[in-house]
């Protein structure tokens, strides 16, 4: 019985601690791609950029997550713990989109820009293609 108590405080832990990460939520800014709005919450430091969009059972129709990282870089994401299906856009640093790749739930599969990035926007996998937002389109609105 005492080898086990500390294995349940663990596992109690990580429950825990993975509970309350999926009830935290960002501060949200209005993004736009033409004459369409998003909703995208802001993740700036690097913990709230690592948990992202985990453990979300849903995301609304024009919301979203926007990364922003402190400088352009290689640029990887990936949807552990991320139960929706998603697409990513990678954006250069004048808010121009580099590509869009689509990402499938709780897989560690990389999706990498294709040339270094200052932020990657994560919305309802399909919804660039659902609005014709393509490669080299222009989001106003990022967070500096």
């Not at 033409?34 to 950029?49: K, M, N, P, S, W």
């Not at 709780?106 to 393509?134: I, S």
């Amino acid at each position: 019985m005492k080898k086990l108590l500390p294995a349940l405080a663990i596992g109690l832990s990580t429950y825990i601690a993975e509970t309350s990460l999926a009830q935290q939520r960002f501060p949200v800014t209005t993004l736009n791609v033409g004459v369409h709005l998003i909703q995208a919450e802001v993740a700036l430091r690097d913990e709230e950029r690592a948990q992202g969009l985990m453990f979300r059972e849903q995301l609304g129709a024009n919301e979203g997550m926007v990364f922003r990282f402190p400088d352009n870089r290689p640029v990887c994401m990936w949807m552990k713990n991320t139960l929706v299906p998603l697409s990513v856009a990678f954006i250069d640093e004048a808010g121009k989109i580099i590509n869009i790749e689509d990402m499938q739930p709780q897989t560690q599969d990389a999706h990498c820009a294709k040339r270094p990035a200052r932020y990657a926007l994560e919305m309802n996998q399909g919804w660039f293609r659902q609005k014709n937002v393509k490669s080299g389109a222009k989001i106003d609105g990022l967070p500096k």
